[in-house]
């Protein structure tokens, strides 16, 4: 599995971390959600550099230029709810994407091996020789993206499989590494240090559903 960690170059990606990771910051609903659609559109540019383009013909009011674009947009599938606003960045990067959505949550145990992953909802277009872009901003144990994979796995193959998460911790980003195709791609804003006994990323930024919608019952 190929690699890509946005916060180990200089750029805009710092103090949106800082702000993503800040409880005070975090405090602010709307500029939570935004800086997670931000980090989510620098993610974006930069995959996007490794997609197939094809070079097209425009005529301006003075002449003629070649422009090199998509061969093909590529499919983005996120995992509800705490991945829509992550999403948005990848909507508004590749805004003629194709898009999917996971119904996904985690049931809580007494230690990161009794949790469990249950799904309860899927919408998802043809994904055969397309670019897959799995988008969930918090790549705990894994557990999550790997039923989505295996659900999609088993209706059809992508061309390639990119993986994109905000936050990640290593034991998630091993699991992926052992379960994944060869032609996968990992896109992290930032890799952490591992996850505590409840499998919640330290230090993290704690639960972006909540962050973003409010808590859960």
């Not at 609903?29 to 540019?45: D, I, P, T, V």
């Not at 007494?110 to 043809?126: F, G, R």
Request: aromatic content about 8%; glycine content about 8%.
């Amino acid at each position: 599995m190929n690699l890509f960690q946005l916060n180990l170059t200089p750029g805009l990606v710092h103090p949106i971390l800082l702000q993503l990771r800040d409880p005070l910051i975090q405090k602010d609903r709307l500029r939570f959600k935004f800086n997670l659609e931000r980090l989510g559109f620098l993610l974006a540019a930069e995959l996007a550099k490794t997609l197939p383009v094809q070079k097209v013909e425009v005529q301006t009011v003075l002449g003629t230029t070649e422009i090199a674009v998509l061969a093909q947009p590529p499919v983005l599938v996120t995992v509800l709810r705490a991945g829509l606003a992550f999403y948005q960045g990848f909507a508004n990067a590749f805004d003629d994407a194709d898009s999917g959505f996971i119904g996904a949550y985690r049931v809580e145990g007494e230690s990161a091996e009794q949790l469990e992953i249950k799904m309860n909802y899927a919408a998802l277009p043809d994904l055969t020789g397309r670019d897959l872009i799995l988008i969930d901003p918090m790549l705990a144990t894994g557990g999550s993206l790997l039923k989505v994979w295996q659900l999609i796995a088993s209706q059809a193959t992508p061309r390639s499989v990119h993986v994109a998460a905000a936050i990640a911790a290593p034991e998630g980003v091993e699991a992926l590494r052992q379960h994944l195709p060869q032609n996968s791609y990992l896109w992290l804003g930032a890799l952490d240090q591992h996850l505590n006994e409840q499998a919640y990323i330290v230090p993290g930024l704690g639960d972006a559903g909540d962050l973003c919608f409010g808590p859960k019952l």
